[in-house]
């Protein structure tokens, strides 16, 4: 069997890139196949930082019959190649760890901000805790293969890497916050209690802001999972009226333990372990799409900026467009025509890409997408201000 070769990693594009002794036999037995040259480039191309150019493909037609590659590894190959994520290029055959990692957080997110939830803090401390042993895993992996497996067998814990001298996290302060973190993890396994997310909110606020910024210093910035959803959870800071209210009710004596620690470590006025914050909204400018800005608040003022997310806007290709516009009544309205038409605001493609931000984004490597919430409306009124000419 051909061994699927990965892509390389950021940082190491090479100025001509080519294909491997793997990549030539599975694109002969493509072309075997029936597969033509600029199909078969698309395909390698999937989850490259370095794209090969399709006469890479063609000259291998020449000599197509000796070293291709059987069919049963071809269509592995093809099922492997199909498999990425454009955002992220993770694929789930060669990064299980790190889409776990990122999609276990997610959940916590989302769980701990669903109102239908009642036990939020319960599933967050679960949850964060398994999303940043597969961060971890994958990082000492990376560092050293097979470091994430102890001599018995069993996998590394993040309790158990924490403090160790080749501990990827340098940070005391989001080191605490784990710590904390996986302690109400041990004690929800044991107890029932309610009331968790407000005094324990600002610990976990922290600690998905902490697995955000590892995840994309780490990993890159492509993995940051304010692509997919805001980091924020929704709570409100513990007033000190709430505090008695606490220490009145049935909340069991380790967890108020645990309550009282937060407050008091050194560490209470770091970000790193224990973060309020609220939304505010930036003023949607010519250039940029409406973004949502997560800011640090202390109760008393703004901070500084934690976090960005774009509004999320269904993203159309080009064909897309044309077809929505002709949908609308312009009949006459080509691919051409759309294409003159961006030109007309931005002379070249690196241009578009550099302003047109409000309206689109360049996704994969040469293909822009347009925003339908804000570019469709533009180009409808260039066509409607065209009069008859697209009718």
Request: aromatic share 10%; with cysteine.
């Amino acid at each position: 069997m051909l061994k699927h070769t990965k892509p390389k990693p950021k940082g190491k594009k090479s100025a001509e890139a080519s294909l491997t002794s793997s990549e030539k036999a599975l694109s002969k037995g493509l072309l075997n196949m029936g597969y033509r040259a600029q199909d078969i480039t698309y395909v390698i191309n999937q989850g490259r930082k370095d794209t090969i150019n399709q006469a890479r493909v063609s000259e291998l037609s020449k000599t197509k019959a000796t070293g291709a590659a059987n069919a049963e590894d071809v269509n592995k190959y093809l099922q492997v190649q199909g498999a990425y994520d454009p955002k992220t290029l993770l694929n789930p055959y060669l990064h299980p760890r790190l889409i776990k990692a990122r999609e276990t957080m997610m959940s916590a997110v989302q769980i701990f901000n669903n109102p239908m939830v009642l036990f939020k803090s319960e599933n967050f401390c679960v949850l964060a805790n398994i999303a940043w042993t597969y961060l971890l895993h994958e990082k000492l992996e990376r560092t050293k293969k097979g470091s994430s497996i102890l001599a018995n067998g069993n996998s590394v814990t993040v309790d158990g890497t924490l403090g160790k001298a080749d501990c990827p996290i340098k940070d005391a302060a989001v080191i605490a916050n784990l710590r904390a973190v996986i302690k109400i993890r041990h004690e929800v396994e044991h107890t029932f209690f309610l009331h968790g997310d407000d005094c324990f909110g600002p610990l976990f606020q922290a600690c998905c802001v902490n697995f955000d910024r590892h995840l994309t210093e780490w990993f890159g910035d492509d993995m940051s999972l304010s692509r997919e959803l805001s980091l924020a959870l929704q709570f409100s800071k513990l007033s000190k009226a709430q505090v008695v209210e606490l220490e009145k009710s049935g909340f069991p004596p380790k967890l108020k333990s645990i309550c009282k620690e937060i407050e008091d470590s050194v560490y209470v006025d770091n970000g790193g372990f224990k973060l309020n914050v609220y939304y505010t909204t930036e003023v949607t400018s010519k250039t940029s799409a409406d973004l949502h800005k997560l800011i640090a608040h202390d109760g008393d003022g703004a901070g500084g900026i934690v976090a960005i997310k774009k509004v999320d806007y269904t993203r159309l290709p080009q064909a897309d467009i044309v077809k929505k516009v002709r949908g609308k009544g312009y009949k006459k309205f080509k691919l051409q025509d759309h294409q003159d038409f961006w030109k007309s605001k931005w002379k070249t493609a690196a241009e578009r890409n550099q302003k047109a931000k409000k309206y689109g984004e360049l996704l994969l490597k040469s293909q822009w997408f347009w925003f339908e919430e804000t570019w469709l409306p533009e180009v409808l009124k260039h066509c409607h201000d065209a009069g008859v000419l697209y009718k």
